[in-house]
Structure formats: C-alpha cells, structure tokens
Nanobody, 125 residues
Framework: QVQLVESGGGLVQTGGSLRLSCTAS????????VTWFRQAPGNQRELVAN???????NYADSMKGRFAISRDNAKNTVYLQMNSLKPEDTAVYYC???????????????????WGQGTQVTVSS
C-alpha cells in the first residue's frame, strides 16, 4: 500500500512563507497528477493547486502568484511553496494522487487513489 505523508506545516505570521512537502512511500506517483487541497474548520475541502506528470500546473484563483507547486519524481515528492500567507490560508492541507504500487495479495501492480493525513497551517494576524 502507498502512504502519502505531508510535512512542513506550522504557525507563521501574516506575510510569511512555508513550504509543504508530500512524499509517497510504497509506490510511485510519477505518472500521475498530484493535487493539494485544504480544509478550514466549518468549510468544505477546496483545491489549492495541482501538477501533472509532465509538470503543468494549475492554481485556485486566490493562490495564483503566491503559491508554487513543484515535483521531484526522483524523490517521490511534491512541494507547495506558500508565500505572502494570509490568515484566511489557515487550514489543514492535504495531498491527493493516484499511485502505482505492487500488491502482494494480488501478485500484480495496482493503481489506486490516496490521501495524506494532512498538515496544519496556521497564519496569525
């Protein structure tokens, strides 16, 4: 099974920066789009940014110009550089992707959808 682990969250002041990482183990997402979502208390989960296997990127309007998504397939890691952070960016940030892994129980390779456990980002005013 594949595990996605997010890291890099924390407490930062308005205008500060953080870099989040999403690392996969037990499989690879090099051939798939990886997406960052976030969810603030009382709100629905919303798309932040995604990056395709070829490196094309897409951002939610409120993140354009402030956030940058990138990937290092050799490290099985996707990054989210967040600059000029605002209090409204406070949320739990999750990564999501399809990934290919070897299933011992089935004796072949499988592709499934995976989510990380999330990392908290808090921006103080």
């Amino acid at each position: 099974q594949v595990q996605l682990v997010e890291s890099g969250g924390g407490l930062v002041q308005t205008g500060g920066s953080l870099r989040l990482s999403c690392t996969a183990s037990g499989g690879t997402f090099s051939g798939y789009t990886v997406t960052w979502f976030r969810q603030a208390p009382g709100n629905q989960r919303e798309l932040v940014a995604n990056i395709t296997s070829s490196g094309s990127t897409n951002y939610a309007d409120s993140m354009k110009g402030r956030f940058a998504i990138s990937r290092d397939n050799a490290k099985n890691t996707v990054y989210l550089q967040m600059n000029s952070l605002k209090p409204e960016d406070t949320a739990v940030y999750y990564c999501n992707t399809r990934a290919r892994y070897y299933s011992r129980s089935r004796g072949n390779y499988q592709v499934d959808d995976f989510w990380g456990q999330g990392t908290q980002v808090t921006v103080s005013s």
